[in-house]
């Protein structure tokens, strides 16, 4: 039955749990074309003529974090974190994102930032992949559309860990990829927003044979026919985006723990974007339709079965291409996570589709045919929006975010919902956070509340539930480049001020809560 408020649970969390603050390399680094860094897709896309981004701005300086080490430590420290997650920006270090042409200038920023932390007793841990491909995987190929981009994220991968994995004990592949599958590759709200007629490609297949992925026979490799700028093929271009997401991090799983888990004795996993879905009514199966959609795409492969959900092929692969891994695959995906890396904001309401037709299609968003979630999801019914209206906007506090409603009591039961279906992993809670207007200050009581009642859940769910939580970083360290909606939207600890050449940190109220 539904929690009926936020009591606070007294308690403490256990002595050894890790605390920290996250960010992520293209939202705070700046410097897009300093010391031989090489273009990615969000430089790319930022700078077009017709500006996609809310505020037309891009992330060119940003925090410019890549010059203001020291700034970032200094506020960090003042946190008393023990962690702090960043991540690495793979054309700064790969300019045309190949290991052929490695930028020295690039390894040696990251050097100096995880060498700052150390000597100030903060841990790093290190995100391979935030969202922001080198354009020239992109152009060559089409980035995660093609099975090439499996081996060049696997030899990316390996030059972090031989850079880097001496002093690196705590790796994630790739952060929040569903995200950008969707946005990427279904909405075309994110880059590269240049979905193009996919297609199968025989001239492929050569690089997938690297590293046994095809054991058993013969994989089938993918890429793309044809560049159609502005041509979207939504429903299909987005599942190949994931498999190819999926089995580049099943790889760097491989990679590390062949040959550097002994010698190096870190952990690495990936991190998930996890909303909770509520069932609006007393049946089960539209919320846990919603959750095999949104998480078990990518949670079912790796910390499952090895496999997508049944319900996900079924759905899909009725009317679409829908991807499918081998048994030699299936076995290479599963296990490959040291942890649960969780990204969690907010919750949906889910409601069966019987009721409310999506007439969009084909989407992501419209595969899922039974169920429309009562946030973010696209429909063009006013019925719809009535329902929506009277059920859920008075009951739930919003944020600046569109997509953000405070559901504290969400994340407790999406951790028992995770250590339920995927055999009780150890869990860390990688972003969580809530986000204000530009205009907004210092006053972040917003934010001191959300953490408030959002931690205290966790504690719940560590105590009363027994989930294997281990951790938690707060989204974000300080305000930022906030993807397509620019600077519009602050999520920090830290206040920034974006017209100061300085990018003078300010600690919120939230930062000494
Ligand atoms: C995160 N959802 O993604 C990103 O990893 C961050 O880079 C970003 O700044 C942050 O969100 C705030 O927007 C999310 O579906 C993706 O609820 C999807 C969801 C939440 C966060």
Redesign the pocket.
Known sequence: SEPSDNDIYYGSFPYTFAWGTTT?AY?IEGAWNEDGKGVSIWDEFTHKLQSPISDGSSANTACDSYHRIDQDIKIIKELRVSHYSFSISWSRILPDGHVTNINEIGIDYNNRLIDALRLNNIEPVVTLY?WDMPQALQIEYGGWLDSRIISDFAAYATLCFERFGDRVKKWITL??PQ?EAKMGYDTGEFPPNIIVNFAWSSATSAYQIEGGWNADGKGESYGVAAFAPGHYSPGEGVYYAAHSIIKSHAQAYHIYNNTYRESQKGQIGITL?S?WADPMTRTDLEHQRNLAFATGWFADPIFGTGDYPDIMRYNVSTFYLFPKLSKAEKLLNKGTSDFFGL?H??SHLVVPCSYYQNLDGPTYDSDQVWLISLM?ISNNLSQFNQFLTFCTFTIWLSSA?T??YQVPWGIRKLLIWIKRTYGDPVIYIT?N?I?EHFSDGLDDDIRVNYYKNYINEVLKAIKEDDVNVKGYTA??LMDNF??AEGYSER?GLHWVNFTDPERTRIPKKSASY
């Open positions: 992520s939202q935030h952060h929040g995200t974007n909303n990204n904001y907010t973010g975010s997509w953000l972003e956070g986000s989204w974000s906030e993807w999520f």
